[in-house]
Nanobody, 114 residues
Framework: QVQLVESGGGLVQPGGSLRLSCAAS????????MGWYRQAPGKQRELVAK???????NYRDSVKGRFTISRDNAKNTMFLQMNSLKPEDTAVYYC????????WGQGTQVTVSS
């Protein structure tokens, strides 16, 4: 059983920044597939950014150049740095890891509004 705890969400004005964290209950050193998804009200959950099993990083087009995914294996933590936030980035953000099967965190709310 893998537990994931997200933090760092909140209310921010357009153009602002937030840094999300996802702390895992297991070592992430050997985990190759992990990332961030988001779900806005009335919409399907969508990929934001992820590390792939092939060793690359994928971003959805709308966040390229604004968001950066990273990881600290020593702290078993994954991050999502979000800059130049827009109202359309408002959603619940979930971290996701694959350890045999996929696991999800409980989500953290990000609201971008003036």
């Amino acid at each position: 059983q893998v537990q994931l705890v997200e933090s760092g969400g909140g209310l921010v004005q357009p153009g602002g920044s937030l840094r999300l964290s996802c702390a895992a209950s297991v070592s992430i050193r050997s985990i190759s597939s992990m990332g961030w998804y988001r779900q806005a009200p009335g919409k399907q959950r969508e990929l934001v950014a992820k590390f792939t099993s092939g060793g690359s990083i994928n971003y959805r087009d709308s966040v390229k150049g604004r968001f950066t995914i990273s990881r600290d294996n020593a702290k078993n933590t994954m991050f999502l740095q979000m800059n130049s936030l827009k109202p359309e980035d408002t959603a619940v953000y979930y971290c996701w890891v694959v350890v045999g099967i996929g696991y999800w965190g409980q989500g953290t709310q990000v609201t971008v509004s003036s």
